[in-house]
């Protein structure tokens, strides 16, 4: 017991995070949320191109009942004029697959002496760290996805292109006019009720504060003095910056990057299954003790309105 106790001692104490590697979802609080289970999940909207009929503002005439018995020879479009309107509300559904995130250890019998098998045990913690890495992945994956799943139903279900009028295409590198450019994309789609979340990568940031940083860093720009001291970005032109490293492998062949803005109900996150942690002894591999975690995620992007890509090609 006196060895057991000393090894646990010597390990914790040396114990140390090296850097290099993602701790926790940057990038879920950021989304909707919900929790169906089922091997395939919908999600129903109504489609953002049912806007109100404009041609239905008429000028007041005959469209009384009265007026119609009245009309000698009545004509189709008079009988026409005193039914009720009909404006057709089309809805879509969209496809929200599980997908399963997974991790498993074996602990050797001396590291099961070093550092312990329980719950609470450093290698837990590593692997949920490697599991939250996988849940912004499949939120990333939503976001510069280039079709979606969607229909009426179940059995008419089709791949939808995410619209090129939805993509801000610009030249160089990452500044305050480019992000004004992907607010207006917004604007202009009537998107004023949610905040607006723009992940970036780091090398993004360098060049928006390289080139726009005695803008954004003036009190004539923002005011809260963390700024000046931590070097966290303001909200830009009411943008709010994320900056994540995993924005680097969505490039997709464009010279300076792809980033990428949304509003949180844009991106559904589906928790089909919630994380489990297992771990027991293994017969077959001389009782030294397994760990097993996994949970079953599914995200997509329920509107693709409230999603704005913006591509910077190289100069």
Sequence with gaps: MAFDTYWRSMYC????DLAGYQKRSILKEFVSKDSKGGDAVFFDEISPNDAADVGAIT???ADYRMDFETIGSPALADWLNIQTPHTDVTKQRTLCVPNKIEAGYTFRDIDEVAQGWGEESDVVRMLQQQIKVQEDTLI????YAATQTRGKDQANLSSVAFPSAQVVETTGTLDITDIMSVRQ???????????LYMAITPQMKTNLINTNGSTIQSKDFVDPKRYFETGELPDIYGVHLIV???VSSYA???????????TPSAIKYNQAKQL??????IPSQRFQIGLYLNEFVGTCRRDDKRVVRLDMASA
């Design 13 to 16: 104490d040396s114990l140390l």
């Design 59 to 61: 000028a007041l005439s």
């Design 140 to 143: 990333l994956n939503s976001l």
């Design 185 to 195: 994309k917004f604007e202009e789609n009537y998107v004023y009720d949610e905040p």
């Design 244 to 246: 994540h490293p995993l």
């Design 252 to 262: 997709g062949g464009v010279g300076n990057g792809r980033a990428v803005c949304w």
């Design 276 to 281: 489990s942690v297992k771990m027991d002894e």
